[in-house]
């Protein structure tokens, strides 16, 4: 087996339309910008996680 263990919440790839301006800002906020915009859907109250 190549890798480490599975995941028990592995990650999705997606595809969605947002605003150039947003894009723009997201990335120049620097390296892993996934992660803080996975971060900010959930404290928008998305995912498993909800208050």
Known sequence: MRGGPKS????MRIGFRLSA???EDIRAS???YNARVEE???KAG???KRA
């Open 30 to 32: 620097g390296k892993n």
């Open 46 to 48: 998305f995912g498993e």
């Open 21 to 23: 301006d947003l894009v």
């Open 40 to 42: 900010a859907l959930r």
């Open 8 to 11: 028990e919440s592995p990650k």
